[in-house]
C-alpha cells in the first residue's frame, strides 16, 4: 500500500527507518530482532520427511530411465540441449524445484518452509575418481568450501558410508553458527557414473560462536534458521571431464509477520547461495588441483 505521490506506508516505513537509525548507532542489532526462538513442530518434521519422501521415489524413478542420469539431460528441449552446453562453458546451471504429491499439489510443511535446489557444474580435464577424492576428504572441507565450512571433521568412515562434522556459518545481514552432523552414502554404479546421498542428523544452533562463553541451543527449540539438510549428489564423467549435479532440499522455520523485510533474504536467499558456493567451489578446487599438476 501506498500513500500520497507513491510514498510507502507511513508506519512501515518510519519503523524501518527507526530500526535502521538503532543499527547505525549500535543500540540495536539485526541479530537481536532475528533471534526470538521457535520450535520444530513435529507437524513440521512430518511434512518435511514425506516431500523427502517422494522426492527420493521421484530420483530413483529417474535413475532407472537410461540417458538421462543427471537431472539436466532429462530436462525437455531446448534445457536439455542448451544446458549441458552452457556447464561446459563455465556456467553454473540453478533451477529451482517443486515435488508435488500423488495429486500434483505441492507439499508444505506448516510453520517452515522446504527450499528445494539443483545445479550443475562442468570440470573439465579431471577424472571422476579424482573428484570422488576432493569431495570424500572431509577433514580438508573447511579449506575447500570456506567461509561457510568454518571447520570440517570426519567421524567415522566404513567403506561407502561416512559419518562427518561441519561447522556451517552462513552471513546475510545476520549471522548464525551452526554445528551439524550428516551422513553420507556414496554409491557407485559404474566406471563413469557415481551418486551420493547426504542426510543431516543433528543442526544445533551456537550462541556466541568461537568465543569462551559460546554454548549450543536446545536441537529444534533456535532461530530456525536451518532444521534439516538433504544433499543428493551425482558425478558424471564425460565429454573429457565430469559433470556434479547436486541437488539440495533444507528445511527452516516460516518468515515471521513483521520481520520479513529483514528475515526474508536470509532464509530464501541462503539456499540457493549455499549451492552456488558449493557448486564453484568444487569446481574451482579441483581447477586448481589439476593446473598445480600439469604446471
Known sequence: MTGPMGAPNSKKARTHRVLALLFALGMCSPQALADPDVDLTPQTLQAFDRYVQVTER??????????????????????????????RKGEIYMEQLRTPDSSGRVIEAPGGLIHH?????FIPGVALRKVLDLVEDYDHHENVYKPEVVRSRLLKHEGNDYKIYYRLRKKKVITVTLNTEHDVQYFSLDATHCRSRSVSTRIAEVVDADQRGEREKPVG??????????????????????????????????????????IRPFITGIPRESLLMTLGSTRSALAASSHAGTS
Open 58 to 87: 521421484r530420483n530413483d524413478t529417474d535413475l532407472a530411465r537410461p540417458g538421462t542420469f543427471l537431472h539436466i539431460e532429462a530436462l525437455p528441449e531446448p534445457g536439455r540441449s542448451e544446458a549441458p552446453a552452457s556447464v
Open 117 to 121: 535446489w539443483v545445479g550443475a557444474v
Open 221 to 262: 527449540h533456535d532461530s530456525g534458521f536451518l532444521w534439516r539438510m538433504n544433499s543428493y549428489w551425482r558425478f558424471e564423467e564425460k565429454d573429457q571431464g565430469v559433470y556434479v549435479e547436486v541437488e539440495s532440499i533444507s528445511l527452516t522455520r516460516d518468515i515471521p509477520t513483521g520481520l520479513g523485510w529483514l
